[in-house]
C-alpha cells in the first residue's frame, strides 16, 4: 500500500512538472514570436529609405498578419493607417509623440523609442501639407 502511494505521487509529481514545463515554454516561445513580428513590421517603415505609403499599404493588405497588442489583435493594414493618422495629425515628432502615446498607449510602448522617430519622418514624407508647404511660394 505504501508503495503504491509513493508510486502514484512520483508519477503526479513528474505529470506535474512536464506540463508546467509545456506551459512555459509555450508562453515564452510565443511572447518572443509576437514581439520579433511587430519590430519587424516597424522595423521595415522605419529603415525603408525607399518609402512609398501606397506600397506599404499594398503589401499590408496582402500579407494579412496581425499583432497581439494588450488585448486587441490589430492587422498590419489597421496599425499602418493607424501611424499614418498619428504622424499626418502631428506637425513635428513631439506632437506625434503626445499625440501617439495618449491615443494608442499599448501601441506606443510597443515600439522602439528609435524605431518612433524613423517611422514619424518617413510618414511625414508623404504627408500632402509637408508636400504642400515644401513647394516654392509664389508672390
Known amino acids: 500500500m505504501k508503495s503504491i502511494k509513493t508510486f502514484l505521487l512520483i508519477i503526479l ?3 506535474m512538472h512536464y506540463v508546467q514545463s509545456q506551459v512555459t515554454y509555450t ?8 514581439q520579433n513580428t511587430l519590430s519587424s513590421f516597424t522595423k ?10 501606397r506600397e506599404l499599404l499594398k503589401d499590408a493588405r496582402e500579407n494579412q498578419a496581425t499583432y497581439l497588442i494588450g488585448t ?13 493618422k498619428e504622424s499626418r495629425a502631428a ?7 503626445e499625440n501617439f502615446s495618449t ?4 501601441i506606443f510602448d ?9 517611422i514619424f519622418k518617413n510618414l511625414q514624407k508623404s504627408n500632402l501639407g509637408n508636400y504642400i508647404r515644401s513647394l516654392p511660394t509664389i508672390l
Not at 27 to 34: A, V
Not at 75 to 84: A, E, N
Open 91 to 97: 506637425s513635428n515628432y513631439k506632437e506625434f509623440e
Open 13 to 15: 509529481t513528474a505529470g
Open 27 to 34: 508562453s515564452i516561445d510565443y511572447s518572443t514570436n509576437k
Open 110 to 118: 510597443n515600439i522602439d523609442p528609435k524605431e518612433r522617430i524613423s
Open 44 to 53: 521595415n517603415i522605419a529603415l525603408n529609405k525607399d518609402y512609398s505609403y
Open 103 to 106: 491615443s494608442y498607449k499599448q
Open 72 to 84: 486587441k489583435r490589430l492587422s498590419s493594414k489597421k496599425l499602418l493607417k493607424i501611424l499614418k
